[in-house]
């Protein structure tokens, strides 16, 4: 029984289990934004997640639906293959930048230009987190990591790779936003953009993608609260948050 | 139904079809190719899945993801791209999942090139993707075998959750030979415990994966891939004979190698000749009993191959040291003809090598001053 | 009994589909039969061949190093085919293509102005299934009208009309090469 008062509890399309990730980081944050969206779209029944490789590996130990575990990068590569034989099913790929925009580049590019009908969480925390803080695609230049520990020469380590606006770019894709979770408001904008994209995957309207920016104040060397800030004032300029392509189907949706 | 005269190819692909292939990702590459032209026009216009993906990294893991739902599901390739799916094919394993892969080997190492080889045994029986695991490996030597084991091989992958895979040289890929089909099978979709394909409400959720954190359950898997295994050992074993019954010196070749040496065989028996030819059908799992047998008969074994030597290691397992095993084989992409083997038969009656003659090393010499 | 056949041109000449007709009308009759092109960059624009094996056991190699027959459709497939033929055999040569004579005594060479029968039929194309008839000629396993069968049965619909052109170029084909056999040292 729920209390007249309630106002906030575990959502049901979370296990019970208690998730490792480390103190302040986003990760949990951007769980429980999918939560929510399943629980409140009412399709955990038919929902089937794909796991990566990166800290996001026990995703599937954390959300009440089915799951799979991919190889690092190939989330969409698997979720293409249960999409195309259970087209009636809501599947979704929750990836880092490590494993989206480094080693399954290849993948997610094919993915988004076959138009598969997916929704694609994306954590762009600007490092490898799990194996230790190492270098991603998305590293901030100049940024200091376990792999660039100068601070990340663009000149020899090259440039950021910016992915929403990069697959904006493909007919196949519907939907294609870049929102932040460090703060309230930001969140909240958040949860309404991965509803929009799960919506627009039960509408059969295409590829959708909301990439997450999210903090990792293990490996970046901060307390949560810098983190936060380190996104507000460094990750937002780079990686400027907003739509970058929504389908004229997909704006008719009022959710 | 009546024969018709079907390409290995294109016949492994409509075989799939009418066993129920519900899914095909692939990329191409040849002497593989038509099989993915073949579904890419024969899937859709049975409402089923077909993508050509973007590499052969792109096909297997979308095979991967399939496998997961429950369905039967292939993938088809050629050496190079066949090594590329090692990473999934690992992964379809520590998943033990069900899932068909078709290699039609071609030339290697490297790009090599694209004539017929057998160069891809070791890689297909013991090697290939990370990690300890068993997986059947089935090689068909002509298009009605490769017909009838594409039948097989769904049947035997989701019987023991395991990886199922063809291999063939690209002559039998491009070879056409009369050939009858299974009847159409309509697609049924079975109700595996173990699929994850949405609870639709009716049970708890279910995972698949190939992580096992803790190492003692990772043992476990292991060995229960194993154990497994010898079930499919007892029960899957399958091998050609031919002409074995008085048979001295016994042949073993597979495939492509295993066709060629019967024309030699039936070469030497009209010159009165006592030999005779083991051609396994299986070759994961290896008749490795059946060899022993034959050990007590045979005072020499010939294993001939289109490799340097890869099956040879597991026909020495099989016989011990008993008695001397040859080997004779053309690497590279080089089809041997039937009068090469003769000439290794008549070899072995005029000068036979010992227990201790090393079978390589021997052959190696004998390439060298022949070249 | 088996008997192997090469067939060796141009791309573009109808090399695979004259072994392939040769294979059905050897199917049909019920023999065991293989074919097999020569595949890969060579089918570009270079030359192409394939050989048929008919056999009444199962077959085992599906090549062969020596042929009894060839069809030589081109000079370069004459050249490299020529000193390859087991003694004995048969080479049907489209004398169309080809500027000098056989150079062995040990085989039979069946020259046949394959282009022009088939021009005068009024369809250059044919060609190959003139040198097709010409084989028959020596290759009593397969009769002109069991490859006439085959051809009824195994043409494409959209080249149906073209049957009794095809049984006019075979039948010419074989008759040539029957004066030919007349030539041919024993």
């Known amino acids: ?255 | 139904m009546t024969k018709e005269l079907w390409k290995g190819n294109e016949a492994i692909a409509e075989a799939a079809v009418r066993a129920g292939l519900e899914a095909y990702f692939g990329y191409p590459i040849t002497p593989q190719t038509e099989v993915l032209e073949y579904l890419s026009r024969r899937m859709p216009e049975l409402g089923r899945a077909f993508v050509q993906a973007e590499s052969e990294l792109g096909a297997v893991n979308m095979v991967y993801g399939a496998a997961c739902t429950g369905v039967r599901v292939m993938s088809s390739s050629s050496s190079p791209g066949v090594s590329l799916m090692m990473e999934g094919l690992s992964y379809i394993a520590g998943t033990e999942v069900p899932a068909v892969l078709v290699n039609v080997m071609r030339g290697g190492p490297g790009l090599g090139n694209i004539a017929p080889a057998q160069s891809d045994y070791n890689q297909a029986v013991h090697g290939g993707g990370h990690g300890d695991y068993p997986r059947i490996v089935l090689a068909p030597a002509s298009v009605q075998e490769a017909i009838d084991l594409t039948v097989l091989s769904f049947d035997l992958a989701e019987k023991y959750r395991m990886i199922c895979m063809l291999i063939l040289d690209g002559a039998i890929g491009q070879m056409m030979e009369p050939a009858e089909m299974p009847e159409m099978k309509p697609v049924q979709r079975k109700d595996f415990d173990w699929a994850t394909n949405g609870t639709m409400g009716k049970r708890d959720r279910r995972l698949l994966t190939s992580i096992y954190l803790n190492p003692l359950d990772e043992e476990q898997t292991n060995l229960r891939l194993f154990n497994r295994w010898k079930e499919v050992q007892a029960s899957e074993v399958r091998y050609k004979e031919y002409f074995i019954e008085d048979a001295e010196i016994v042949i073993v070749g597979f495939g492509t190698a295993g066709r060629v040496a019967l024309s030699a065989v039936r070469a030497a028996r009209e010159q009165g000749i006592k030999v005779g030819l083991l051609r396994p059908i299986t070759v994961s799992p290896f008749p490795t009993e059946r060899l022993d047998q034959l050990t007590g008969q045979a005072r020499a074994f010939l294993v001939t191959e289109m490799n340097t030597g890869q099956m040879l290691n597991d026909v020495q397992l099989a016989v011990r040291g008993r008695v001397p095993v040859e080997f004779y084989g053309r690497p590279g992409g080089v089809v041997p003809f039937p009068d090469e083997i003769l000439g290794e038969i008549k070899r072995i009656i005029s000068a036979p090598a010992t227990v201790d003659t090393d079978a390589r090393d021997a052959w190696l010499t004998r390439m060298t001053q022949h070249a | 009994m088996q008997k192997e056949i090469i067939i060796s041109g141009f791309g573009g000449q109808g090399v695979l589909f004259a072994g392939q007709v040769v294979a059905y009308a050897a199917m049909d009759s019920g023999k065991q039969v293989t074919w097999i092109p020569s595949y890969g960059p060579e089918m570009r624009g270079g030359t192409a061949n394939c050989t048929v094996v008919i056999a009444d056991h199962e077959i085992g190699s599906p090549l062969v190093k020596n042929p009894p027959f060839v069809i030589a459709l081109n000079l370069p497939s004459f050249d490299k085919y020529e000193p390859l033929m087991q003694a004995g055999g048969t080479l049907i040569v489209n004398q169309s293509m080809v500027d000098h004579q056989a150079r062995r005594n040990d085989i039979h060479v069946l020259m046949v102005p394959c282009n022009e029968i088939a021009e005068e039929i009024g369809d250059k194309k044919l060609m190959n299934m003139v040198s097709v008839g010409a084989l028959l000629s020596g290759l009593t396993e397969v009769s002109l009208k069991e490859v006439e069968k085959a051809l009824e049965a195994h043409l494409p619909a959209r080249h149906k009309h073209l049957l009794p052109k095809n049984y006019e170029a075979l039948k010419r084909g074989f008759e040539h090469a029957q004066k030919e056999w007349d030539k041919v040292p024993a």
């Open chain 1, 1 to 255: 029984m729920t209390t007249p008062n309630l106002v906030y509890e575990r959502p049901e399309a979370f296990t019970d289990t208690p998730t490792h990730y480390c103190p302040g980081c986003t990760h949990g944050v951007a769980h429980r934004l999918v939560a929510e969206v399943l629980e409140e779209m009412n399709i955990m029944d038919k929902t089937i997640g794909v796991a990566p490789v990166g800290c996001a590996v026990f995703a599937y130990n954390y959300f009440d639906v089915d799951f799979v575990e991919a190889p690092h990068g190939r989330a969409p590569a698997m979720a293409t293959g249960i999409k195309r034989v259970l087209p009636d099913r809501v599947v979704f790929t929750y990836q880092g930048d490590g494993d989206l925009a480094s080693i399954g580049m290849g993948e997610i590019v094919h993915a988004a230009a076959r138009g598969e009908n997916l929704t694609v969480i994306f954590i762009n925390n600007a490092n490898f987190g799990m194996t230790g803080g190492q270098m991603a695609p998305t590293t901030l230049p100049g940024m200091k990591t376990s792999s660039s520990q100068n601070g990340r020469d663009v000149e020899t380590q090259g440039y950021p790779i910016k992915v929403s606006e990069m697959l904006s770019t493909l007919e196949g894709v519907g939907y294609c936003v870049r929102r932040s979770l460090h703060d309230p408001k930001n969140i909240r904008l958040a949860k309404k953009a991965i509803r929009m994209a799960f919506e627009s995957q039960v509408r059969g309207l295409g590829f959708s993608m909301v990439e997450l920016l999210s903090t990792c104040p293990t490996n970046w060397g901060m307390t949560p609260v810098n983190s936060l800030k380190f996104i507000e004032e460094h990750m937002v300029p780079a990686y400027p948050l907003g739509d970058y392509k929504v389908s004229d189907a997909i704006k008719q949706i009022k959710i």
